[in-house]
């Protein structure tokens, strides 16, 4: 199995900050990955794929980047509505893993 | 637009068989995408259960796999899951999600609302 590791686990942070959350996978997965947000009592909603791709509707605040093992979720300036938790998930092999979250809170 | 709704009971005892049902509706299931199901212990994070193709072919979590059946009805629209012999470790919200599999593999897209299930006598 794949496994994927996300750096941080918890996140404080201020409006207007711009914070980078980071998904490591114990193998190449190339590009395939996802981000999703979820926010408490919500389904998580599909950010960004094939790890920079914007999903349509997301604002371009939201941005990712990597490929390999190592990947990244940049907010560039949070918003309020930002503040949620963020979790990575591998797509490389039919057998899907998602990152363990992190949760980001407001300062 | 296209709309996931899981169904079923909120409570199994354990021991017992975990069934769940995911009504598509904006959307002929039958005309492609993979659709799986995910699960969310109470404040733990996601995990993968299993993904079915239209035409039935499935893909498990391998730490599920032996108690996992994920099936398709492209008659009603739907999907279900079955989770047999359940322990209150199965206690968790369970959603139903379309996999966008087009050229590249992009994620679950659209979600259902999810279901709480728990798993007590």
């Known amino acids: 199995d794949i496994q994927l590791t996300q750096s941080p686990s918890f996140l404080s942070a201020s409006v207007g900050d711009r914070v980078t959350i980071t998904c490591r996978a114990s193998?190449?997965?190339?590009?395939?990955l996802a981000w999703y947000q979820q926010k408490p009592g919500k389904a998580p909603k599909l950010l960004i794929y094939a790890a920079s791709t914007l999903q349509s509707g997301v604002p371009s605040r939201f941005s990712g980047s990597g490929s390999g093992t190592e990947f990244t979720l940049t907010i560039s300036s949070l918003q309020p509505e930002d503040f949620a938790t963020y979790y990575c998930?591998?797509?490389?092999?039919?057998?899907?893993?998602f990152g363990q979250g992190t949760r980001l809170e407001i300062k | 637009q296209v709309q996931l709704q899981e169904s079923g009971p909120g409570l199994v005892k354990p021991s017992e068989t975990l069934s769940l049902t995911c009504t598509v509706s904006?959307?002929?299931?039958?005309?492609?995408?993979?659709w799986g199901w995910i699960r969310q212990p109470p404040g733990e994070g996601l995990e993968w259960i299993g993904n079915?193709?239209?035409?039935?072919?499935?893909y498990y979590n391998p730490s599920l796999k032996s108690r996992v059946t994920i099936s398709v009805d492209t008659s009603k629209n739907q999907f279900s899951l079955r989770l047999s012999s359940v322990t209150a470790a199965d206690t968790a919200v369970y959603f139903c999600?379309?996999?966008?599999?087009?050229?590249?593999?992009?994620?679950?897209?659209?979600w259902g609302q999810g279901t709480m299930v728990t798993v007590s006598s």
């Open positions: 904006g959307y002929s299931i039958s005309s492609g995408y993979y």
């Open positions: 079915i193709y239209h035409s039935g072919s499935t």
């Open positions: 193998q190449g997965i190339s590009s395939y």
């Open positions: 998930q591998q797509l490389n092999s039919y057998l899907l893993t």
């Open positions: 999600a379309r996999f966008a599999l087009r050229q590249i593999p992009r994620g679950f897209d659209i």
